[in-house]
């Protein structure tokens, strides 16, 4: 549907769809921001992903930016709505990179430090430390 398909540079994937293919990514390569909800199983489809930008995750989606160099992920946000991880380790293990991790003030369940690196609210559970954070917190 979408590989090979250079002129696109948006895509909303709709609420209904439950599952989107490997490799449907494949070569877009003016993609800018992928939006697509957090209860899609798309593990296989996003090992194009390795050079998004930025990657937001609430309640509702999960969406995937592009900026126009090709460096890493730089961070995963995620927003104060965020009460399960379910959806984050499918992300986390697909695209590779991340700078840090940030928790919108207000999570109830998780938090960050300036580091980047995940905890539970009240910091007494390391949760996740990106590949790319300092070595000393």
Known sequence: AF???ENIENIAIPSYVTTVSHGIFTSCTNLKKLQFPN????SESLNECNYAEKITVNKDDIIIEWG?????????YLDKTIDTL???YEVYTVIDGFGKITVEEG???YSSDENGVLYNKDKTTLIRYPENAPADL
């Open 107 to 109: 999570n109830e369940n």
């Open 68 to 76: 126009d160099d090709n460096t890493y992920a730089t961070e995963l």
């Open 86 to 88: 379910d959806f984050f």
């Open 39 to 42: 209860t899609i199983s798309f």
């Open 3 to 5: 590989a090979y398909s």
